[in-house]
């Protein structure tokens, strides 16, 4: 069983960044694939990025794109998800989330292992 710790959310002003991190309780992610999600209240869960462990390809979506940033840090086998400009529309709790396959997707389904999230409130 993996375990994934999110950390780094708060409450930040419109304009302002936050940079989320992703541990896991495995040694290194390996081939896996690590995404990013978030749901705000009353919304579904929202695919944000996802980053390949093994060759650091990465997908953003649209809503968030030239904002955050994906990345990954082999040698502390944590992900990070740079947010810059953020926005009151960016408020939610943000999840990483693990697939084994290394399969890069915006569908949540593939995602085996998920984290508790952490809050993220932008104040306008």
């Known amino acids: 069983q993996v375990q994934l710790v999110e950390s780094g959310g708060g409450l930040v002003q419109a304009g302002g960044s936050l940079r989320l991190s992703c541990a896991a309780s495995?040694?290194?992610?390996?081939?896996?694939?690590v995404g990013w999600f978030r749901q705000a209240p009353g919304k579904e869960r929202e695919f944000v990025a996802a980053?390949?462990?093994?060759?650091?390809?990465?997908a953003t979506a649209d809503s968030v794109k030239g904002r955050f940033t994906v990345s990954r840090n082999s040698a502390k086998n944590t992900a990070y998800l740079r947010m810059n400009s953020l926005k009151p529309d960016d408020t939610a709790v943000y999840y990483c989330?693990?697939?084994?396959?290394?399969?890069?997707?915006?569908?949540?389904?593939?995602?085996?292992?998920w984290g508790q999230g952490t809050q993220v409130t932008v104040s306008s």
């Open positions: 989330a693990a697939d084994p396959s290394g399969l890069v997707t915006a569908d949540s389904h593939h995602y085996d292992y």
């Open positions: 495995i040694r290194t992610f390996g081939n896996y694939a």
């Open positions: 980053i390949s462990w093994s060759d650091g390809s990465t």
